[in-house]
């Protein structure tokens, strides 16, 4: 369950700038599909390229384990639903991680044409080839349950931690109640990823697809710590598994005055996914969706993540006049890959290395400008120059990472650098509770490890409650209670 609350800021009054005035045309050009997908023939080609190798780097590189090699011969042999099953077996979010997954710094850095032609097999195109063919048809399902097991397991969050976790345990026998504090599934895929990335509503597609196995009962709306807690849950269910993600977002370690256009990246970019639907939009020729959504002339974005070039880039696809990303080391420090860089370059980002924020300049109670002081490392250690200079700002973006909120699941686990402390199999500090996901300490904060950290829970959940020296006792009178207090 992520922990932020259900409603969306207010992002649009906060900026106080009126929406830019394109045409519906030009919104619908500049919020298309960012990486077209393959054509059958241009798969068929790509899939040749395959040396498939059979101690190959690229499955080593895939946190999820999909057996890339496998998948790619299916293609070559135009089965695209064995395809679509081998990559749906290690990464059931396999459709989304293709559109999202920072591939070029994983499976396809690791991809051996890369020492023969410098240019890898496009395995994440192939892979959306695959499950995008399985998505638009069906057909019988791919996965069917086990036998019950008379067990139920509480779910708390559904993002893609959280969503893995719950079909895994569906496909087990296992009853799942899966919760999440939002109006719609999907956590970060759903609400965290900018709109040109995921078109044509494929997170919910992909959330169908999912829930379609059945033995999994979804209850958006309810918050833990509002709702239920987790004592609740532990006493009512057999175990239970958060996925809760980060509810809170860095400040910016300087005086933040009150004052419209000064706004978290994350909640930009929400509002942007719940805009509505732009097709919609086009076929009544009214400005709804995207074309409501406000940002401000000069746009700054502070952080060097893809959620800063997300913010960036869709600032300048609204009509900003001018976005520039803030980063206070250079190039090779920044979390966005490269590729990410160049994507925000080309799209008339302006990226200011080695600045960092000294102070937020409000006049009449709105942003007008950001002062910024000059960096550089001396001694392997950060420090200021005593260089300042000034950027125009009517909006102000915050992307410089989030964190946990430690009272999301309240008292009694354990943490370590501000996360929840797990093992290898996502157990935590306490009997009978696992986690997963950017709430568990030590992850890399992706959709696809996300992914990966609920299987690997779904499993060592599995391997628990069927132990013959399991004992849970989650009464059948407490269950019932659970169940009917968020029925």
Known sequence: MNTTPSA????????????PRLNLAQYAANFSDSHPPLTPAQAAIEAERCYYCFDAPCITACPTGIDIPSFIGRIAQNNLRGAARAILE?????????????????????CVRNTHEDKPVEIGALQRHATDALMAHPGAPLFTRAAPT??????????????????????????????????????LNEYGIAAYKVVDNFAQREVDWLLSIGGIDLRLGCELGRDTTLAELRGGFDAVFLGLGLGGVNALGVDEPEASGLAAAVDFIAELRQAGDLQSDLQSGLKGGLASVSVGRHVVVIGGGMTAVDAAVQSKLLGAESATIVYRRGPAGMSASQVEQDWALTHGVVIRHWAAPKAVVAEGGAVTALVLACTALEDGRLVETGETFTLPADMLLRAIG?????????????????RIECDAEGRTSLQRVWAGGDCRHGGRDLSVEAVEHGKVAARSIHAELTSTNTSTGAGASTTASIGAQHG
Do not use: I, M, W
């Open 8 to 19: 969306l800021p207010p992002t649009r009054a906060a900026c106080g700038a009126p929406a």
């Open 90 to 110: 290690a990464n059931p979010l396999g459709g989304l991680c293709a559109r999202v997954c920072p591939t070029e710094v994983l499976c396809e850095q690791a």
């Open 150 to 187: 008379g067990k139920r397991v509480a779910v708390v969050g559904a993002g893609p931690a959280g969503l893995a976790c719950a079909h895994g345990l569906a496909r087990l026998g296992h009853e799942v109640v899966l919760f999440d504090s939002r109006p719609k599934a999907g956590g």
């Open 402 to 418: 989030q964190t946990y909120l430690p009272n999301a699941a309240g008292p009694g686990l354990r943490l370590k650098g501000g």
